[in-house]
C-alpha cells in the first residue's frame, strides 16, 4: 500500500506539450511546445481563431487527444500515461463538457438525456434521480424534465447540456464554443448558469471560444495562435480558493 | 456501464426508428416463421409416427422372410424373375419362401416365443352379397400384431383374432364393389370360391382309372376341387396414413387361413411354403437381437423399430428441406441487420462520439449496437414464432381433417422449449451479424464524430 500526498493549488498543469498532425511535407503542428498552469476553481478562456490550435488544447487537455511529447498533469497525475481505459474513467468522473452545437439527444427525454454520463460513470441507480433533479433544477430545466429535448428552444437545450455536464459533480467542466449558436439574450443567461456554477461550486471551467467579451468574464486568458501560446493574462491574480489544496491518494 | 443501462438504451435507439426496426425484424421473422413451422411439424410427425407404431404394433413383433425384396422399395415391381425351388407368388411377385422345417427353426432361435406364418388364399374368385360381378383378391390371414383403423364395424384388440366366419374389407375395395358407405358393407356375406388344382396323374394312375371308371372317371380326376367358403364382414378398414398393414388384401382368420391354404396347396409345391412369418419375441427379448441371430440364419427380419426408423428417415428429411428454406431466409436476414445497423452506426455518429467523450468505453459502445442487434433478432424470432404458432393451432384441425389423420392427432406440434431455443439462436445470429457495425461504432473518434455537423 502506498499513500502519496500531492500538494498544490494548481489543477491543471501543462509542460511542452506538442501535437502534430500528418506526416512529412503535411506535417502540420497543431500544438507547438506549450506550457501552462491553471488554478484549481479559477474560470479560463482559450481565445483564438479558427485552427489556431485551440480546440485541439482542449481535447489535449480533457484526455480525448494524445499530444506525442510533453506532460499533461490534471490533479497530479500524467494523464498521457494513462491507459485508454483509465482516461475514460478519468473523463467520465473528472470531466463535463458542453458544445456549441448542444449534442442533446433530440429523441430522448431531458432527464435520459442527463442520465447518460451518471450511467457512463456507474453511478446507482438510486442516486441518479436525485442528481439529475438536482442538476435540472440548477439550470432551470426541472419543468421539462419529462419532455423530449427536440422540443426545447436553443437556449434550453444548451441548458440542458449544461445540466448534463454537472450531473455528476465534475472537476473540470471544458465549454467549446457555448454560445456560439445562441443569441445574445440567451447566451448571457447560459454564461451566468456557467460562472455561477463555477463560483458556487468551485469547479475549473475552461471555455474554448473567439469572442472577447465572453473572454474577458474569465479570471485567466490563454491567447492561441498557430499552435503557440501568444499571452496569459490573469485578470484576477489572486486564486479563487483556498490557496493550498492537499489530495490525498491511498493506491493499493 | 451497467448491462441493464446499456440494454434500455438500445431499446430506446430501436423505438426512436420503429419502422426501421420493424422491417429489419420481419426479415428475421420470416425466417423464424418457417423454422418454426419445420420444427412444430417434425415434431408433430414424429409423435404421429411413434403412436401409429406404438398403438398399432406390438413391440415384440417381427416380420421373417427369407427374401429380402419383400421389405425393399421396388417390391411392387414385376418383370423377369430368374426361377428358384422353393418360391411362392405374391402379389405378382416371384418370392423365396420359408419352409416348415425353417419355420421350425425360427421357433427354437432364442428369444421367440412363437411364430405364425402368414397365410395366403388364392380364390379363383369373390363374391360380395348385394353384387353380381365377380372379384379377384388376394386373401391373407387377420394379423393380430397391427392393428388398422376401421372406417366402420370393429376391429379386434390388438394381439385378438377375429372369429373364423369373419372377414375384413379394405374401404379401397368399395369402389370397385360398387359400395358408397362403407356401414352398408358391414354384416355381408363374402364368398370365396376356391379351385382346388387336380394332381397331375401318373400314366400308370391313368390306366388303372380309365380301367375302373372309363373316361368320366378320368375327367373327374383332372377336373380338380371346388370349394365354396362364406363368410360375413366385420369390418370395413379405413385406408388412411395410420393404417400400415397391407390394405389390398382381405383378411380372414387366422385358423382359415390355414385351413384354405393348405387345402388349396395340398401336393403342390407351395404347400405349408411361407413367404413370410411373423415371429413374436418374448417380453424379456430383446427384439433388435432376436433379428440379429435370424439373419444369421440368412434371413431377413424387421422389427417395430426399423418401421419407425424408416418413417422417421422420412420425416427428417422432409424436416432438412423445410429447415434448409429457413436457414436461407435467415442469411438473407442477417445481410439486412448488418445494413441496418451500419446506417444506425453513420446516423448516431454524433451520439457514438458524444457517449465516448463522456468517458463510455468502446466495448460498451459495441455492446450498446450488438444489444441493438439482439433485440431485433428477438423481435424477428418472437413475430415469426408467434404467427407460426398462432396460425399452426388454428390451421391443426383443418389439416387433420385434410390429411385424415384422426381426431386429436395433430400435424403441426409447437413446443415451447425448442421454439425458446429458436429465439435464442436469432438473438444470437442477430448479435453475430451485429458484430462489424458494433465493431465500427466502438473505433469511431470522437473527436472526429463531434466534428460532424
Same mark, same amino acid.
Given at each position: 500500500?502506498?499513500?502519496?500526498?500531492?500538494?498544490?493549488?494548481?489543477?491543471?498543469?501543462?509542460?511542452?506539450?506538442?501535437?502534430?498532425?500528418?506526416? =512529412?511535407?503535411?506535417?502540420?503542428? $497543431? *500544438?507547438?511546445? #506549450?506550457?501552462?498552469?491553471?488554478?484549481? @476553481?479559477?474560470?479560463?478562456?482559450? +481565445?483564438?481563431?479558427?485552427?489556431?490550435?485551440?480546440?485541439?488544447?482542449?481535447?489535449?487537455?480533457?484526455?480525448?487527444?494524445?499530444?506525442?511529447?510533453?506532460?499533461?498533469?490534471?490533479?497530479?497525475?500524467?494523464?498521457?500515461?494513462?491507459?485508454?481505459?483509465?482516461?475514460?474513467?478519468?473523463?467520465?468522473?473528472?470531466?463535463?463538457?458542453?458544445?456549441?452545437?448542444?449534442?442533446?439527444?433530440?429523441?430522448?427525454?431531458?432527464?435520459?438525456?442527463?442520465?447518460?454520463?451518471?450511467?457512463?460513470?456507474?453511478?446507482?441507480?438510486?442516486?441518479? =434521480?436525485?442528481?439529475?433533479?438536482? $442538476? *435540472?433544477?440548477? #439550470?432551470?430545466?426541472?419543468?421539462?424534465? @419529462?419532455?423530449?429535448?427536440?422540443? +426545447?428552444?436553443?437556449?434550453?437545450?444548451?441548458?440542458?447540456?449544461?445540466?448534463?455536464?454537472?450531473?455528476?459533480?465534475?472537476?473540470?467542466?471544458?465549454?467549446?464554443?457555448?454560445?456560439?449558436?445562441?443569441?445574445?439574450?440567451?447566451?448571457?443567461?447560459?454564461?451566468?448558469?456557467?460562472?455561477?456554477?463555477?463560483?458556487?461550486?468551485?469547479?475549473?471551467?475552461?471555455?474554448?471560444?473567439?469572442?472577447?467579451?465572453?473572454?474577458?468574464?474569465?479570471?485567466?486568458?490563454?491567447?492561441?495562435?498557430?499552435?503557440?501560446?501568444?499571452?496569459?493574462?490573469?485578470?484576477?491574480?489572486?486564486?479563487?480558493?483556498?490557496?493550498?489544496?492537499?489530495?490525498?491518494?491511498?493506491?493499493? | 456501464?451497467?448491462?441493464?443501462?446499456?440494454?434500455?438504451?438500445?431499446?430506446?435507439?430501436?423505438?426512436?426508428?420503429?419502422?426501421?426496426?420493424?422491417?429489419?425484424?420481419?426479415?428475421?421473422?420470416?425466417?423464424?416463421?418457417?423454422?418454426?413451422?419445420?420444427?412444430?411439424?417434425?415434431?408433430?410427425?414424429?409423435?404421429?409416427?411413434?403412436?401409429?407404431?406404438?398403438?398399432?404394433?406390438?413391440?415384440?413383433?417381427?416380420?421373417?422372410?427369407?427374401?429380402?425384396?419383400?421389405?425393399?422399395?421396388?417390391?411392387?415391381?414385376?418383370?423377369?424373375?430368374?426361377?428358384?425351388?422353393?418360391?411362392?407368388?405374391?402379389?405378382?411377385?416371384?418370392?423365396?419362401?420359408?419352409?416348415?422345417?425353417?419355420?421350425?427353426?425360427?421357433?427354437?432361435?432364442?428369444?421367440?416365443?412363437?411364430?405364425?406364418?402368414?397365410?395366403?388364399?388364392?380364390?379363383?374368385?369373390?363374391?360380395?352379397?348385394?353384387?353380381?360381378?365377380?372379384?379377384?383378391?388376394?386373401?391373407?390371414?387377420?394379423?393380430?400384431?397391427?392393428?388398422?383403423?376401421?372406417?366402420?364395424?370393429?376391429?379386434?384388440?390388438?394381439?385378438?383374432?377375429?372369429?373364423?366366419?369373419?372377414?375384413?374389407?379394405?374401404?379401397?375395395?368399395?369402389?370397385?364393389?360398387?359400395?358408397?358407405?362403407?356401414?352398408?358393407?358391414?354384416?355381408?356375406?363374402?364368398?370365396?370360391?376356391?379351385?382346388?388344382?387336380?394332381?397331375?396323374?401318373?400314366?400308370?394312375?391313368?390306366?388303372?382309372?380309365?380301367?375302373?371308371?372309363?373316361?368320366?372317371?378320368?375327367?373327374?380326376?383332372?377336373?380338380?376341387?371346388?370349394?365354396?367358403?362364406?363368410?360375413?364382414?366385420?369390418?370395413?378398414?379405413?385406408?388412411?396414413?395410420?393404417?400400415?398393414?397391407?390394405?389390398?388384401?382381405?383378411?380372414?382368420?387366422?385358423?382359415?387361413?390355414?385351413?384354405?391354404?393348405?387345402?388349396?396347396?395340398?401336393?403342390?409345391?407351395?404347400?405349408?411354403?411361407?413367404?413370410?412369418?411373423?415371429?413374436?419375441?418374448?417380453?424379456?427379448?430383446?427384439?433388435?437381437?432376436?433379428?440379429?441371430?435370424?439373419?444369421?440364419?440368412?434371413?431377413?427380419?424387421?422389427?417395430?423399430?426399423?418401421?419407425?426408423?424408416?418413417?422417421?428417415?422420412?420425416?427428417?428429411?422432409?424436416?432438412?428441406?423445410?429447415?434448409?428454406?429457413?436457414?436461407?431466409?435467415?442469411?438473407?436476414?442477417?445481410?439486412?441487420?448488418?445494413?441496418?445497423?451500419?446506417?444506425?452506426?453513420?446516423?448516431?455518429?454524433?451520439?457514438?462520439?458524444?457517449?465516448?467523450?463522456?468517458?463510455?468505453?468502446?466495448?460498451?459502445?459495441?455492446?450498446?449496437?450488438?444489444?441493438?442487434?439482439?433485440?431485433?433478432?428477438?423481435?424477428?424470432?418472437?413475430?415469426?414464432?408467434?404467427?407460426?404458432?398462432?396460425?399452426?393451432?388454428?390451421?391443426?384441425?383443418?389439416?387433420?381433417?385434410?390429411?385424415?389423420?384422426?381426431?386429436?392427432?395433430?400435424?403441426?406440434?409447437?413446443?415451447?422449449?425448442?421454439?425458446?431455443?429458436?429465439?435464442?439462436?436469432?438473438?444470437?445470429?442477430?448479435?453475430?451479424?451485429?458484430?462489424?457495425?458494433?465493431?465500427?461504432?466502438?473505433?469511431?473518434?470522437?473527436?472526429?464524430?463531434?466534428?460532424?455537423?
Amino acid at each position: 500500500m502506498v499513500v502519496i500526498l500531492t500538494v498544490g493549488d494548481d489543477l491543471i498543469e501543462l509542460k511542452q506539450v506538442t501535437k502534430t498532425y500528418g506526416k =512529412k511535407q503535411n506535417l502540420f503542428t $497543431a *500544438l507547438d511546445n #506549450v506550457s501552462f498552469t491553471i488554478p484549481d @476553481g479559477a474560470s479560463v478562456a482559450i +481565445l483564438g481563431k479558427s485552427g489556431s490550435g485551440k480546440s485541439t488544447l482542449m481535447h489535449a487537455m480533457s484526455g480525448l487527444d494524445r499530444p506525442e511529447a510533453g506532460e499533461v498533469i490534471i490533479d497530479g497525475e500524467n494523464i498521457l500515461q494513462l491507459k485508454s481505459k483509465q482516461i475514460d474513467k478519468f473523463r467520465a468522473h473528472k470531466i463535463g463538457f458542453i458544445f456549441q452545437s448542444f449534442f442533446v439527444q433530440a429523441n430522448e427525454t431531458v432527464s435520459d438525456n442527463v442520465s447518460l454520463p451518471l450511467e457512463i460513470a456507474d453511478v446507482s441507480r438510486g442516486s441518479r =434521480k436525485r442528481k439529475i433533479k438536482a $442538476a *435540472l433544477e440548477s #439550470v432551470d430545466l426541472l419543468e421539462k424534465i @419529462g419532455n423530449k429535448a427536440k422540443n +426545447l428552444s436553443g437556449g434550453q437545450k444548451q441548458r440542458l447540456a449544461v445540466a448534463r455536464a454537472i450531473v455528476n459533480e465534475p472537476q473540470i467542466i471544458f465549454a467549446d464554443e457555448p454560445t456560439g449558436n445562441l443569441d445574445s439574450v440567451t447566451g448571457a443567461k447560459v454564461e451566468d448558469m456557467l460562472f455561477g456554477y463555477n463560483k458556487k461550486n468551485g469547479v475549473t471551467l475552461i471555455v474554448v471560444t473567439h469572442d472577447p467579451d465572453l473572454a474577458a468574464k474569465c479570471d485567466m486568458q490563454i491567447n492561441i495562435k498557430d499552435g503557440k501560446i501568444e499571452s496569459i493574462r490573469d485578470t484576477k491574480s489572486a486564486p479563487k480558493k483556498k490557496p493550498t489544496r492537499t489530495h490525498i491518494k491511498v493506491e493499493v | 456501464m451497467r448491462i441493464t443501462d446499456t440494454i434500455r438504451r438500445a431499446g430506446r435507439s430501436l423505438k426512436n426508428a420503429k419502422a426501421r426496426t420493424l422491417l429489419t425484424s420481419l426479415a428475421i421473422a420470416v425466417g423464424a416463421f418457417t423454422l418454426t413451422l419445420s420444427l412444430a411439424a417434425g415434431e408433430g410427425s414424429r409423435q404421429y409416427a411413434e403412436k401409429i407404431i406404438t398403438s398399432n404394433i406390438d413391440p415384440q413383433a417381427l416380420i421373417v422372410a427369407k427374401d429380402k425384396s419383400l421389405f425393399s422399395a421396388d417390391a411392387g415391381a414385376g418383370g423377369l424373375k430368374e426361377y428358384s425351388e422353393g418360391a411362392t407368388q405374391y402379389a405378382g411377385l416371384t418370392l423365396k419362401s420359408l419352409s416348415q422345417a425353417e419355420l421350425e427353426k425360427i421357433k427354437a432361435t432364442k428369444g421367440i416365443e412363437r411364430v405364425q406364418p402368414t397365410y395366403l388364399v388364392k380364390a379363383q374368385y369373390v363374391e360380395f352379397e348385394g353384387s353380381d360381378k365377380k372379384f379377384t383378391s388376394d386373401i391373407t390371414m387377420y394379423d393380430s400384431s397391427v392393428r388398422a383403423e376401421s372406417a366402420a364395424g370393429r376391429l379386434p384388440p390388438l394381439g385378438e383374432q377375429i372369429k373364423d366366419d369373419e372377414i375384413v374389407v379394405p374401404q379401397g375395395f368399395l369402389k370397385t364393389i360398387g359400395i358408397k358407405n362403407p356401414a352398408d358393407l358391414i354384416g355381408k356375406k363374402v364368398t370365396f370360391t376356391l379351385v382346388k388344382p387336380a394332381p397331375t396323374p401318373s400314366e400308370a394312375e391313368i390306366n388303372e382309372i380309365i380301367a375302373r371308371e372309363g373316361v368320366a372317371g378320368l375327367a373327374k380326376l383332372t377336373q380338380g376341387e371346388t370349394s365354396k367358403e362364406t363368410f360375413i364382414v366385420r369390418t370395413v378398414s379405413k385406408d388412411s396414413v395410420t393404417s400400415l398393414s397391407a390394405s389390398s388384401a382381405l383378411f380372414i382368420s387366422e385358423q382359415r387361413a390355414k385351413e384354405l391354404s393348405e387345402f388349396l396347396t395340398k401336393g403342390t409345391n407351395d404347400y405349408q411354403r411361407y413367404i413370410a412369418v411373423t415371429a413374436i419375441a418374448k417380453d424379456s427379448a430383446d427384439p433388435e437381437k432376436v433379428k440379429e441371430a435370424l439373419v444369421k440364419q440368412g434371413l431377413t427380419a424387421r422389427t417395430a423399430k426399423d418401421l419407425q426408423g424408416l418413417l422417421f428417415t422420412i420425416v427428417n428429411l422432409l424436416q432438412g428441406i423445410v429447415i434448409g428454406f429457413g436457414v436461407l431466409a435467415l442469411i438473407a436476414s442477417v445481410f439486412g441487420i448488418i445494413n441496418t445497423q451500419y446506417i444506425s452506426v453513420l446516423e448516431r455518429t454524433q451520439q457514438i462520439g458524444l457517449m465516448k467523450a463522456l468517458g463510455m468505453r468502446g466495448k460498451d459502445v459495441a455492446k450498446l449496437f450488438r444489444y441493438e442487434a439482439a433485440w431485433i433478432g428477438f423481435l424477428g424470432g418472437v413475430i415469426g414464432s408467434g404467427i407460426a404458432w398462432g396460425l399452426g393451432t388454428s390451421l391443426n384441425p383443418w389439416i387433420t381433417k385434410q390429411l385424415s389423420l384422426g381426431d386429436g392427432n395433430y400435424l403441426l406440434i409447437f413446443q415451447p422449449l425448442p421454439i425458446a431455443l429458436l429465439i435464442l439462436a436469432l438473438v444470437l445470429v442477430a448479435v453475430i451479424a451485429g458484430y462489424f457495425p458494433a465493431r465500427k461504432a466502438a473505433k469511431l473518434d470522437p473527436i472526429e464524430a463531434l466534428r460532424t455537423e
